[in-house]
């Protein structure tokens, strides 16, 4: 009796056991992961810009407001019409240094040390910088402590002080990154990529020298700022925890009394042409085992029509998943990067660049199978799943551009800067959204220009096997030694 009592609590316990194990593998079984392609997400929403406000002072600086209460924090950004393009050739570096100083050097009221320790006190940031084609300056602040943190921006931006304990830290900080420019042999690759493209006297390419930076003087410093830093060049944009008539009446206070100089401002784009038309260039550096490969020719500008699809082709060339990817890397295993890329500029004409690395024996066959690649985009149509893929890979990409305000905002004070409509992506995402196969074999056909492309290998030209000379073009040594200054 025990026996069979015993008997039928086992049975009773496995019962529960096996129910107990459907009732858990019921969700998993329901859960059964699909293929990816059998997925369907819901349309993205519309996008929509923030509420915003532009208006312009008496003395021509424009501004724009964005409020955005989500955080206790206020962040703004200035916009400089000037850039490194627009220095003397015989002072490359100027641009750069000036915008460093003016925040480094302190101002006329506070010295750098002080400087510093008032912004720290507050936890907030001051920041300036010129680049290629403007300069800017920045700020980060708590709410609570906009008002002394931009009387502090202000003067930066009106009153820096260009302290010469600073201006001499900053040339020896630059001569420390000339010594050290052929430390990293992607960095060599770009750095004469744009020469061979541009020109290496171009303002686009041209790089700092020990020379350039030895004629460059404090008073340099000075007058390029009050050249090029003024109200009616420049655009203010201010978003974050803060009332807009409160703030109008702060950015008069503090920017509303400067004045133009009386000088007419005269600021001319330089333009740029491709240098080397043609040709195969090495950058001989005996220590490495794999090679920095870059080919390409000059580009184009952003407000060209047929942009939108050559930035289709370029997410059928270089997307996850794309041509190159996976033919070359993947397929082949010649490359452990490899990329093609339509890069355009705002307002002179970008570059076409493909390249990679790869290890150094396998250097031509890469170069091979990226001219193959660009080839047969120039010949075949490419496939309806392709082109698909590359637009809702571009149109998805759209939610992360607007992330947050101060995104959008800085978009807005981009193209007002480059003379672009405001609505400039929606008209670029519309042209994505219309592209097809035709246009995109089109523009291949016009854009990527294999007579034109010129190719520059950064590696141990003795290890390259087959040699280069095998790809049927003069080989031609790029000399990077760093120029010494004359005694």
Do not use: C
């Amino acid at each position: 009796m025990k026996k069979r009592f015993k008997s039928l609590s086992w049975l009773g316990l496995m019962a529960i056991a096996f129910l107990l194990v459907l009732t858990f593998r019921s969700p998993a079984i329901a859960q059964t992961p699909r293929p990816y392609n059998q997925i369907q997400f819901p349309p993205l929403p519309e996008i929509k810009l923030p509420d915003y406000e532009r208006y312009q002072l008496d003395n021509g600086m424009v501004v724009y407001l964005m409020e955005d209460h989500q955080l206790p924090l206020v962040g703004g950004t200035a916009i400089i019409r000037t850039g490194s393009r627009l220095e003397p050739a015989e002072k490359v570096g100027l641009a750069g240094i000036t915008g460093l100083l003016m925040r480094t050097g302190g101002t006329q009221q506070h010295p750098p040390s002080e400087l510093n320790e008032l912004l720290e006190q507050r936890a907030a940031i001051i920041e300036t910088s010129i680049g290629t084609t403007s300069g800017t300056a920045s700020f980060n602040v708590l709410k609570e402590d906009l008002q002394p943190v931009f009387e502090l921006f202000a003067q930066v931006v009106q009153q820096p002080a260009f302290d010469p304990q600073q201006f001499e830290l900053a040339k020896t900080q630059q001569q420390g990154e000339i010594a050290r420019r052929n430390d990293d042999p992607g960095d060599i690759a770009s750095r004469e990529f744009r020469k061979l493209i541009y020109g290496e006297n171009s303002p686009y390419a041209r790089t700092v020298e020990y020379t350039t930076l030895n004629n460059i003087s404090r008073e340099d410093i000075k007058s390029f700022y009050q050249t090029y830093v003024r109200p009616d060049q420049m655009i203010l944009g201010i978003v974050g925890d803060f009332n807009s008539q409160e703030m109008k009446t702060l950015i008069k206070e503090k920017f509303g009394s400067w004045q133009a100089p009386k000088t007419p401002f005269k600021s001319v784009v330089p333009p740029a042409s491709q240098n080397k038309n043609n040709g195969i260039f090495v950058v001989q550096q005996p220590q490495l085992s794999q090679s920095n490969i870059l080919l390409g020719h000059l580009g184009g500008e952003l407000n060209d029509p047929d942009y939108p699809a050559l930035s289709v082709l370029n997410e059928v060339l270089s997307g996850f998943g794309g041509r190159l990817f996976n033919e070359v890397r993947s397929r082949q295993g010649l490359a452990y990067s490899v990329y093609g890329i339509w890069q355009a500029n705002y307002d002179f004409p970008g570059m076409f660049v493909a390249g990679g690395q790869t290890r150094s024996e396998m250097t031509v066959p890469f170069v091979k199978a990226l001219l193959t690649e660009i080839e047969k985009v120039r010949t075949t149509p490419i496939t309806e799943e392709e082109l698909a893929d590359a637009k809702e890979s571009i149109l998805n990409s759209f939610v992360f551009k607007f992330e947050n305000p101060s995104q959008t905002l800085s978009r807005l004070m981009t193209y007002e800067y480059y003379g672009y409509p405001k609505d400039f992506i929606f008209q670029y995402q519309k042209a994505v959204k219309n592209t097809t196969e035709e246009d995109i074999l089109k523009v291949a056909q016009k854009y990527l220009q294999p007579q034109e492309t010129v190719t520059l290998v950064v590696g141990n030209n003795e290890q390259i096997n087959p040699p280069l000379k095998s790809l049927g073009a003069q080989i031609q040594t790029v000399d990077v030694a760093i120029k010494q200054p004359k005694s």
